[in-house]
């Protein structure tokens, strides 16, 4: 009977409705933690108290939303249960913006240049460097942390020529590249054995007939790349770039330590400072709390939401290899 | 056409002939492959090999974050201080503690959730919804929770109300700052963790199960016959990388578990994990920065170690499975 689904045999029918009754407890739990963080941001500090299990708003409002995303007035905000002290979550979310985006645009493009080197070229050493760049994987981010913070501390990016000029981009005051969205890019940005091992193993795929006719015409490696392996790895490529998008906006340490201006500071730094300054002993904002991280997830959870399907054939991909 | 292909083949064979030969044309290869290489290879240089060494090097040595150039060597101080640091102990023995816990539960729900997905549905939904967790960031998971087990006004109190215990505060406690934190990390990496088993199981022929349940095989034995055996390369796998992952914990710590701010690692230092401690020496600690360094560098040949030694299981169960 479920060989017509497709699927594996359960025994009986009412085993298999125990464990689909498994199944939907297992998909509640998942969903649950993120609706309470809803359910709380719909509602006032004071009702939560009161009405600690109720799974619908307490005195419904959207008042968290406004004191979360603009700037109303300091008494209604005090009132509401909040210090004031509340951070600007779309300003945050824009940071995070700009540092996943360049870091994605920078890491799937460098990394496919890479990939392609280690896949299409013949030169000498390349199992060599290959295997170097992959051992990077059992480095701990920690321990790479702590000297990359002293080196873009004190990078005075010269050219030789010329010293590059940052003075644009906000917090560029501060000491070297910390602060600015360069340093919270930097290490990210050229290359991760992660995206590069990914793409290779695409690259390697990828039947080389397709490319003998290119090849018969003369074209060179520059346009190899460009004009045939790159357009045949769109699928690939985008799922490395939902990987990377996901991971950056993700990444809690390095922005920790390198970007705690407020004009750069990106959505997961924000959210743990907002915590921190949130007298944690007597009455927690939580309604605020809950809110500024229901508003941080909505960026991740449109992306799920459009791009699920990619999200979820990326990580069974990453299973099988 | 074929008269037209043919010496053009030809002359592309010839001119591939000597790209095999000696060193002149794989230094032709380098011309070319340089260009392609260039940005990861300064991307390797200067993020992973030289901090690598750099870090090694502080680690010998006694540094000011304030002023690094002003740092003194100190020979192997750092590491036997180390050895001598009861804070560094507990904070292993901490993240031993939540490692046991976070991977043991996780694997075993996640091989059960797997098993039970492959035998019930395929459907998206299902599978985008367990995997929800898992794309949050992980501060925020940490922040959704310590509401969730706030001995006030989270719901887990009010759990423990209805059924007539005392509301426990988890996150403040010292015998359940860990088990808490762990389970934080069960909920998030458990879909996760099950989709990467489902992706593994989707590849043993159905046929085994069938002609298993023609001989009479009971469920649990074709588990334990079937399922266990041909799914350990993917078992030991996703379970060396949870494990690496696990060992290096922070962000939930730094969220729900006492912080990085204020007075680190409460209640009482039993959530100090390693990445705090380590964090704590670099950047919270007057003069410590090397001796974070060290605490690092032990840490990366720990894990290096669990690495080679899993990875060695993991050939032997291929060429059981072979």
Redesign the interface.
Known sequence: MSTAAGVGNVGSATGRRIAWAVLAVVMLFSILPVFWALRTSLSTNSGIILEPSNPLPVEATFFNYERVLGDPPIEEVQAAGGTGGEFSVLLAVRNSMIVATGITIGQVFFCAMAAYAFARLRFKGRELVFTLFLSALVVPPIFTMIPNFLFMRDLQLSLGFTSLDLSWLPGSDKAGWINTFPGLMAPFFLMTPFAIFFLRQFFLGISREVEEAAIIDGAGHMRRFFRIILPMSVPALVTLAIITYVNSWNEFLWPFVAGRDESVRVVTVALNDFKAQTPGTTRPDWTGLMTATFVAAVPILLLFGVLGRRVVDAIQFSGIK | MTTAAAP?AGS?ASAEKP?RGK?SV??D??K??IW??L??????L???L???I??IR?SFQKVS?LN?AAATSVGWENYTDIMEDADFWNSAWVTLQYVVINIGIQTVLALG?AV???????S?I????????W???????G??????F?P????V???FK?FGFDPIAFLASTTWVIPALALINV?KFT??TA??????L??IP?ML??AG?IDGAT?WQMFRSITIPLLRP?LAL?MVVSL?GSF?V??VV??AGG????SPGDPLGKSRVL?LY??EN??LFQNK?GY??AL??I??IF??VI?LLQLRLLRADQSDLA
């Not at chain 2, 794309?135 to 998971?141: G, S």
């Not at chain 2, 006030?152 to 719901?155: A, N, P, R």
């Open positions: 053009v592309d790209k060193s794989d230094n290869g380098w070319v492959a392609f290489l940005p990861s290879l300064i991307g390797f200067v993020f992973y030289i901090p690598t750099r870090a502080l974050i690094p959730l039970l997905m492959s035998r019930l549905t395929e998206l299902v599978r985008a919804t367990i995997l929800l967790p794309i949050l960031p992980n501060i925020l998971v922040l959704l929770f310590l509401f969730i706030d006030t006004v989270g719901i109190a009010q759990v209805f909920w879909g996760y989709l990467l088993f489902f992706a593994g989707q590849t159905k199960y069938e349940s469920e993917i996703v690496i290096q922070f962000d730094a969220a912080g990085v701010q204020g990445y380590i964090y670099a950047f920065f974070a360094a690092a560098t840490l990366m894990l290096t690495t």
